[in-house]
């Protein structure tokens, strides 16, 4: 599933932006760094590499929207 063409990003946004925004705004990021994540973590999404004893694409996702929550809350 790529995002660079706009029907992957929409593909990608319907699907998973709930999750990511609001793991984000659980973490206690504002609405508009849950926003941010969402379009931080599609950036990463070229970086995804399907293995299945490394775990699922879910559980690789909520590790990038982790990883972006830390980096908006160390700002």
Do not use: P
Not at 19 to 43: C, F, M, P, W
Not at 48 to 59: A, L, V
Request: net charge positive; aromatic share 14%; charged share 25%.
């Amino acid at each position: 599933m790529g995002v660079c063409t706009l029907t992957g990003w929409l593909e990608f946004f319907n699907i998973y932006w709930r999750l990511i925004y609001n793991v984000a705004r659980r973490a206690g990021l504002g609405h508009e760094d849950g926003q941010d994540t969402v379009v931080k973590v599609s950036r990463s999404i070229g970086d995804f590499d399907y293995h299945r004893q490394r775990g699922s694409f879910k559980n690789w996702l909520c590790v990038v929207t982790r990883s972006c929550i830390v980096d908006f809350q160390r700002r």
